[in-house]
């Protein structure tokens, strides 16, 4: 526990690395090495399907795994998708075909024996179900739309199977505002989120649970508790959304880099 700072002092520092953070994970140099144009998000399904699965994937592995699968996923998905003159008709044919040549697509390269696991398959025909009921396909203008009209809360519940009957299997708490966090901050959607909202920006992993542990501010094993606990404090702060995300992602920021933190620090001394 931090004795010798300020609860506020620690947790503006942490915040200040989630600036890192967006500088590393959130620009469009790194958006562009994985294929995604962020300007292009609400204008083109397909952008805002790759965006939506760059951070899907990342659930109870190794992130060096999670990058194979979703390396694997994206070549399949491209072959039908990549080119915009067939983009429509092959996601009609798809449809049409209850989505079985893709998922025999996918179970050449994801699976048991290969990279990933099946139930990252089901994941992504979930998403393409998902879109398929969407007027335009576009998942990232949808969830605009939902989050400027104050229905962030429904968003967040909509995504994850095991809270809404057209959910999308695998998707959680976790991965639903992870989601939802990098797409409101890639946006400029802070202030559309509203103070009782902004615990839906707030995904809870090992790293972050991590961090309010050895700072002392931990006072719960709910995790919702636990997010209202991060955005009130943060609150103290500012009262803006900007501040609680950015706590969030320094969190996980700190946890997941420390050693090079630490050998960065000590390479200046």
């Known amino acids: 526990m931090v004795t010798n700072l300020g609860e506020e002092s620690i947790m503006s520092k942490i915040a ?30 397909w952008e805002a399907l790759k965006f939506f699965l760059t951070r899907t994937f990342y659930q109870g592995r190794r992130d060096d795994v999670s990058v194979r699968v979703e ?3 994206l070549e399949v998905l491209g072959k039908y998708f990549d080119d915009p003159l067939e983009r429509e008709k092959n996601f009609q044919f798809l449809k049409n075909a209850s989505w079985s040549q893709l998922r025999v697509d996918l179970q050449a390269v994801i699976g048991k024996g290969k990279v990933g696991r099946r139930r990252d398959i089901d ?4 998403i393409l179900k998902f879109i398929s009921r969407l007027p335009d396909k576009n998942i990232a203008r949808y969830s605009v739309e939902m989050i400027k009209n104050n229905k962030l809360e429904e968003l967040w519940y909509g ?36 103070n009782a909202h902004q615990v839906f920006l707030q995904p809870i992993d090992t790293w972050v649970r991590q961090i309010i542990e050895k700072i002392g501010l931990e006072e719960t094993r709910n995790e919702m ?3 209202r606990m991060i955005v009130e404090r943060c609150g103290r702060v500012s009262k ?24 960065g620090m000590l390479m200046k001394h």
């Open 240 to 263: 803006s959304a900007i501040r609680a995300i950015r706590f969030n992602e320094g969190a996980w920021y700190i946890g997941s880099h420390s050693l090079e933190i630490l050998l």
């Open 225 to 227: 508790k636990l997010r």
């Open 123 to 126: 994941m992504i025909i979930d």
């Open 16 to 45: 200040d690395f989630g600036e890192r953070f967006e500088r590393q994970y959130l620009c469009k140099e790194y958006l562009n090495t994985k294929n995604v144009d962020i300007d292009r998000l609400e204008e083109n399904w």
């Open 159 to 194: 995504l994850q199977k095991s809270k809404s009957k057209e959910g999308i299997r695998s998707v959680g708490k976790k991965i639903a505002s992870l989601y939802l966090r990098d797409l409101v901050t890639i946006l400029g959607l802070e202030q559309e989120v509203s």
């Open 71 to 73: 390396t694997k996923a």
